[in-house]
């Protein structure tokens, strides 16, 4: 029975090993999304500026 409760763990918390790298890898990729999508923001507005001149 212990051994059994002891797999059960250890599949578990590897498959919450797993999740968190994949969460991890999901938040860093949107991470880098963003920061392109803000400097695509940034250089947007210096167009309209310079547009409105």
Same mark, same amino acid.
């Given at each position: *029975? @212990? %051994?059994?409760?002891?797999? @059960?763990? &250890?599949?578990?918390?590897?498959?919450? !090993?797993?999740?968190? !790298? %994949?969460?991890?890898?999901?938040?860093?990729? #949107? #991470?880098?999304? *963003?920061? #392109? *999508? %803000?400097?695509?923001? &940034?250089?947007?507005?210096?167009?309209?500026?310079?547009?409105? !001149?």
């Amino acid at each position: *029975m @212990n %051994e059994d409760r002891t797999a @059960n763990i &250890e599949a578990r918390l590897a498959f919450q !090993e797993d999740l968190i !790298e %994949e969460l991890n890898s999901t938040v860093y990729k #949107q #991470q880098e999304r *963003m920061e #392109q *999508m %803000e400097a695509a923001r &940034e250089a947007l507005a210096r167009h309209i500026a310079t547009l409105a !001149e």
